[in-house]
């Protein structure tokens, strides 16, 4: 090709038409692209770094949390700190379970985690071998111990069986188990007033302002008290009494929770229905939707129950004729009945008076004029006992 031919060609290409990468199709970056990437790179970072930190947190918190597990229960298996270094009086009772073994053992300390002991005692065969009785020990002793001591050891003394009247207060009590040989009265007394009962309502006692810190506590029932020694057999028995209380009361946790009344109030109320209406469960929801109508009512400065003039201590603290509201305390040992009819007195029952006849047949009334009438008629007949 000639010159003039290669000059007539190339009169048609443009000087655009020499621009690299114009054919190829390729996009041009703007100049803020790499500061963009730069900093997508900086957040993965910052990301994957934090992600590092958390990973190792985890394990170290993992790390420390099974070690501590595995110390806490080498520590339960050998009995060994926590709070050991104790010596401890408990009651197995004939037929007792192992699950209540275990909770008896943990608790006076010897046993931290009783789920673990049972699974001790299933995994050695132990079940069934533990033995009944009273047994004295350090609760350092561990697992293998334990078992030892509750497969070796046995009953040392015989039992004495006592009944515990509804109504029955302190004094009662301790005369009633002073007669059957369980223990001295002086020995009862002194564990009412200084025993250590591990009980949440036990603690909650105002031991300050009641009388006899136990009364109305230690629940009326027939009971196989130990009689071996005094001091021990007045522990065990008050002991056995408080369970007793607390078993009782299970099913009625709930209520009581609800209650905008604490359980030491709640027992003091059920004293006094006990004494008013004792021997007629049926009137007890009355007798005390009555009382609560009168500590809920302005019109009522107290609650004014006779039998509360009778209790021996404490004088104007436990006269509801004298104190403002509820006694300072419980004034007897109320039943079951007494207490479950105070968790749920009569609903919409209307009346701020009761009173009973010669037959304990009761009467409500919602005026004091309705109440006077009916202590006039029956007064007339010859069948009245006293007012309420």
Same mark, same amino acid.
């Given at each position: 090709m000639d010159n003039k031919d290669l000059n007539s060609e190339n009169t048609n290409i443009s000087e655009d038409d020499f621009i690299i990468g114009k054919d190829f199709n390729i996009e041009e970056e703007s100049p803020s692209a790499e500061p963009h990437r730069k900093h997508k790179k900086k957040k993965a970072k910052s990301h994957s770094g934090i992600k590092t930190v958390i990973w190792v947190?985890?394990?170290?918190v993992v790390s420390v949390s099974l070690a501590f597990g595995i110390i806490f229960v080498t520590s339960d298996y050998l009995g060994i +700190? @926590?709070?050991?270094?104790?010596?401890?009086?408990?009651?197995?009772?004939?037929? =007792?379970?192992?699950?209540?073994?275990?909770s008896k053992l943990s608790d006076c300390g010897a046993v931290k985690m009783p789920v673990l002991f049972r699974l001790y005692s299933k995994l050695k065969h132990f079940e069934g071998k533990y033995k009944y009785g009273v047994y004295e020990f350090n609760n350092e002793l561990g697992y293998s111990?334990?078992?030892?001591?509750?497969?070796?050891?046995?009953?040392?003394?015989? *039992?004495?069986?006592?009944?515990? /009247?509804?109504?029955? $207060?302190?004094?009662?009590?301790?005369?009633?188990?002073?007669?059957?040989?369980?223990? *001295?009265?002086? !020995?009862?007394?002194?564990?009412?007033? $200084? +025993?250590?009962?591990?009980f949440d309502f036990v603690k909650e006692i105002p031991a300050?302002?009641?009388?006899?810190?136990?009364?109305?506590?230690?629940? /009326?029932? *027939? %009971? !196989?008290? %130990?009689? %071996?020694?005094?001091?021990?057999?007045?522990h065990l028995a008050i002991y056995k009494m408080l369970s007793t209380l607390d078993e009782r009361i299970k099913p009625y946790k709930e209520d009581i929770n609800n209650s905008k009344y604490s359980f030491h109030e709640l027992m003091s109320m059920a004293s006094v229905v006990e004494l008013e209406?004792? +021997?007629?469960?049926?009137?007890?929801?009355?007798?005390?939707?009555?009382?609560?109508?009168?500590?809920?009512?302005? !019109? @009522?400065? =107290?609650l004014g129950s006779s039998? =509360?003039?009778?209790? /021996?201590?404490?004088?104007d603290r436990y006269n509801t004729y004298v104190c403002k509201g509820l006694p300072v305390g419980p004034l007897c040992s109320p039943s079951l009945n007494a207490i479950k009819a105070t968790l749920n007195p009569t609903k919409d029952f209307d009346y701020y008076y009761f009173v009973t006849d010669a037959?304990?047949?009761?009467?409500?009334?919602?005026?004091? $004029?309705?109440?006077?009438?009916?202590?006039?008629?029956l007064k007339a007949e010859k069948n009245w006992i006293y007012e309420d």
């Open positions: 947190i985890s394990i170290v +700190g @926590f709070g050991r270094g104790k010596d401890c009086v408990i009651e197995i009772e004939k037929g =007792t379970s192992v699950h209540k073994i275990a111990g334990l078992a030892e001591m509750l497969m070796s050891e046995g009953a040392k003394a015989d *039992t004495v069986r006592v009944t515990i /009247p509804e109504m029955a $207060n302190i004094d009662d009590i301790a005369k009633l188990l002073d007669e059957a040989g369980v223990c *001295t009265k002086k !020995d009862f007394l002194y564990e009412v007033r $200084n +025993g250590k009962f591990d300050d302002e009641v009388y006899y810190r136990l009364e109305g506590y230690l629940f /009326p029932e *027939t %009971y !196989d008290f %130990y009689s %071996y020694d005094s001091k021990e057999c007045a209406a004792g +021997g007629s469960p049926s009137e007890m929801s009355n007798v005390a939707a009555v009382f609560f109508n009168r500590l809920n009512s302005k !019109d @009522f400065a =107290t039998p =509360t003039r009778k209790y /021996p201590y404490g004088g037959k304990m047949e009761f009467y409500y009334r919602k005026t004091l $004029n309705e109440h006077n009438a009916i202590i006039a008629k």
